[in-house]
């Protein structure tokens, strides 16, 4: 079993960045796909990122793609999401999750998920 918890959420203004980590706990957190998501008010959660546990492989949606990247550390335990020119439609509760799927590009493709971090970004 694994088990997320993400951190790294705060006020930014607009332009600004963030680095979001997801630091996972259980003895075969390396077999897991790692997928990012956010909730804004009002919203529907929506995909943002996704690495794959063994290749490396990362999947993006449009709408960040060229701004957020994601890396892994299998050997810390820890994904991070790496938010440059944040805009304020970026401001939600970024949620990790692992999955034996791929790509965990859904809520329902997630075996486990963390209770997220809040993330404001400012005019």
Known sequence: ??????????????????????????????????????????KEREFVSAVSWNTGRTYYVDFVKGRFTISRDNGKNTVILQMNSLKPEDTAVYYCGASSRWPPSTWDALDFWGSGTLVTVSE
């Open 1 to 42: 079993q694994v088990h997320t918890v993400e951190s790294g959420g705060g006020l930014v203004q607009a332009g600004g960045s963030l680095r979001l980590s997801c630091a996972a706990f259980g003895r075969t957190f390396s077999s897991y796909h790692i997928g990012w998501f956010r909730q804004a008010p009002g």
